[in-house]
């Protein structure tokens, strides 16, 4: 009866597995060597960005790809593994471990997933250096701004020149006529 209960757990456990490989980025980290300060740090880091970062074992991790017939790299699962995840916000999530990686050398980026896809550490690295959807949002939108701005630039010159030309003629017979006068 034990065994079945504790069957039942680890289930449950490759359930939340699942629900957490589900996301757009998952990154998988070494944290052998951080002290527990340092790691109560990486994970408000994680927090702020909206994002997790959670301890996981790694046979559950193994059963978890075995279960769902992914293809993954073993290796990665050899010593300690956390494992930070978001959604939308993967690219912050990349960037946070990254920097924390540069700032502690005590945490190392073993692999990671992004959007269901299998990246080694350089090419997590790699995603770091993109700008973050909020500069990209604002980018783009500055991008489809600018040809509407130039466009109505355009079509109000020639009123603007018009404008100038009457201002001169105006200023043109106000001088003729105080010298007329």
Known sequence: MASRKN???????VDILSEIFSNN???????RGLAVKEMEELRNRIRKID???????????????????KSFDQNIFIGPTAVAYGDENFIEVA??????????????????FIEQRFVNDTEIKDVAKL?????????????????LKKFGMTLSA???????????LKDKKEKEENQNA
Request: hydrophobic share 40%.
């Open 7 to 13: 069957l039942e757990i680890k289930q449950k456990q």
């Open 25 to 31: 980025g998952v990154y998988l980290i070494d944290y």
């Open 51 to 69: 994002a997790n970062i959670k301890v996981i074992k790694n046979r559950l991790a193994i059963k978890y790809f075995e279960r769902e017939e």
């Open 95 to 112: 960037k946070t471990i990254v920097d924390f990686e540069k700032e502690s050398k005590n945490i190392k980026i073993k692999a990671g």
């Open 131 to 147: 700008p973050g959807k909020p500069q990209l949002m604002s980018q783009l939108a500055f991008s489809m701004s600018m040809p």
């Open 158 to 168: 020639p009123l603007k020149n018009m404008m100038i030309l009457l201002n001169n």
